[in-house]
């Protein structure tokens, strides 16, 4: 073979594979093109599906006034919260509130829609609030069919005065179990939402919420204060000439007036607080002690989760769509925090449990005797303090 035929050869072979890997470069190409053009596709039908899926809220803007105060004082960081012991593992999830009787009975009721009798460390069933199935209990699904107890009280003639979320103002003889209905939630709702969808409430931060007044004689049912932030827990004065209130969405709390030259007003008394205010007793020593469900800490990288989007409705939309209501448990931290506050709002100490040995996401501090008996919504125990120490 001449040697121009050779190096025609050569120069044919190498152009040949110089091609194909051109073009087989191209091909490459063309695929990652088509790849990235699919990705963007089905980015895009994310985006839009989000965007055309309906959200479950109609958010509102809300900017809290600042930081939240610093753990300085009678805020101080310390462990006295976990002073204290559990009680009836696994055999009460969720003893929201607390009342006492004379003989020292206290009475509670649970997310399985039961109201229970403690005497020391013992434990009796009364009543069941709603229907009494298996499933009660294992889920908030079927809260609306076994009820819910949140609030407790005893009148004058011993009865237990209940506030059921979704059954409605009750009286209850605390022996016999014998349920007289007073008010029914349906005919008067307060919520927007029921108590399973309380996160949707939080991040709605809508003022829709009211205090009300019944009258247990005439039955009548009237508003006292309306355009309240997810009001929560109250307690009077030891003279009842004015009550506290508890707006946990927005970390406030407000002094409304009963009697004297400011009945019927209400004024500011607690606000950009550290924490989400549920129930608020009155102590033996004239002062009001505060759960506090959530804490209200700044992170390491960012601000506290409900000031990082509460100015952004649009945001809290695609929240809800995103994360479910079952996540939202697990990203709240487990910090056990209760105050005491002065008559004015003011705080003059905290019990805290850092790590939450003994508790957190506290929604009662109820004293009985030398005993603090501190609720929950979801717990399944009853975490009791021995002294206020």
């Known amino acids: 073979m001449s040697s121009s035929m050779t190096h025609r050869t050569l120069f ?11 073009n087989y470069h191209n091909r490459l190409h063309d695929i990652n093109m088509l790849g990235q053009s699919s990705v963007r596709v089905v980015l895009l039908a994310v985006v839009v599906g989000l965007y055309l899926i309906p959200s479950p809220i109609d958010p509102e803007p809300y900017i809290f006034e600042g930081p939240p105060p610093a753990l300085e004082g009678p805020l101080a960081v310390n462990t006295r919260l976990q002073r204290g012991r559990r009680l009836f593992s696994g055999q009460l999830k969720g003893p929201e509130s607390f009342t006492a009787d004379q003989n020292g009975n206290i009475y509670t009721g649970t997310v399985d829609g039961k109201l229970w009798r403690i005497n020391k460390e013992s434990l009796t069933f009364i009543t ?12 908030t699904d079927y809260e609306p069919v076994c009820g819910r107890p949140h609030g407790l009280r005893l009148d004058r003639d011993g009865q237990l005065i209940v506030a059921d979320s979704y059954q409605g103002l009750f009286k209850i003889d605390p022996w ?7 008010h029914s939630s349906k005919e008067d709702s307060s919520s ?40 929560n827990g109250f307690a009077f004065s030891s003279d009842e000439d004015f009550l506290l209130l508890a707006e946990t969405s927005i970390g406030r709390i407000i002094k409304f007036w009963l009697k004297g030259p400011k009945a019927g007003t209400r004024e500011i008394v607690l606000n950009n607080m550290i ?4 129930n608020i007793r009155l102590s033996d020593r004239g002062t009001f002690l505060v759960g506090i469900s959530t804490v209200r800490f700044r992170g390491r990288l960012f601000p506290p989760f409900l000031d990082l989007i509460g100015p952004y409705p649009t945001l809290k939309r695609v929240i809800v769509k995103l994360i479910p209501l079952s996540w939202y448990n697990a990203l709240l931290p487990k910090y056990g925090l209760i105050l005491e506050l002065g008559p004015d709002g003011e705080v003059i100490d905290s019990l805290h ?7 957190w996401a506290v929604s009662d501090v109820f004293q009985q005797g030398a005993h603090y008996y501190l609720g929950s919504t979801d717990l399944p125990f009853l975490p009791v303090l021995e002294e206020w120490s």
């Open 275 to 278: 924490g989400y205010p549920d």
């Open 128 to 139: 069941q609030m709603g229907r009494n199935i298996p499933e009660c209990g294992t889920s």
């Open 353 to 359: 449990d850092p790590t939450g040995s003994l508790t």
């Open 12 to 22: 044919h072979g190498v152009q040949e594979h110089t091609l194909n890997f051109y």
């Open 176 to 182: 016999t179990g014998e349920k007289t209905l007073l």
């Open 192 to 231: 927007k939402w029921g108590r399973r969808h309380v996160r949707y409430e939080v991040l709605e931060t809508n003022h829709l919420g009211r205090l009300l007044s019944y009258d247990p004689v005439t039955g009548h049912v009237r508003t006292l204060l309306d355009s309240l932030y997810m009001p």
